[in-house]
């Protein structure tokens, strides 16, 4: 696939007549240099990224094909990494219980 000029001169024309025709037009008064500002600064943004968005379509970046015993191993390894950080979490929240019940338990002593 390659690129449409027509595309890019639609665009180009498109955001040209926002950021460089539109702010001829801004009435007068005291804000017309900042809408100004923000007409040319939006447009000229929009179309940069329309832009970067159209030309990565050209190249596109395609994942690595991976093996079917790659895609198992991974598979496997990942649920192990999950059941670990599972119990992780479970032994952090058993302490934090306990350690608020102790506390709870030294205020009541306490009073």
Same mark, same amino acid.
């Given at each position: 696939?390659?690129?449409? #000029?027509?595309? $890019? ?7 040209? $007549?926002?950021?460089? @025709?539109?702010? #001829? *037009? @801004?009435?007068?008064? @005291?804000?017309?240099? #900042? ?46 990494? #999950? $059941?670990?950080?599972? *119990?992780? *979490? ?22």
């Amino acid at each position: 696939m390659g690129a449409s #000029i027509l595309a $890019v001169i639609f665009f180009t024309l498109f955001w040209g $007549v926002i950021g460089l @025709v539109l702010p #001829i *037009y @801004v009435p007068k008064g @005291v804000n017309r240099g #900042i809408l100004q500002l923000i007409l040319i600064l939006t447009a000229f943004t929009c179309w940069l990224f329309w832009l970067c968005c159209y030309m990565a379509q050209m190249n596109p970046l395609i994942g690595p094909k991976l093996s079917q015993n790659t895609i198992l191993m991974m598979a496997r390894e990942w649920v192990n990494i #999950i $059941v670990c950080c599972s *119990y992780i *979490y479970i032994f952090c929240l058993i302490t934090l219980l306990y350690f608020l019940q102790s506390n709870r338990d030294l205020e009541t002593e306490s009073q």
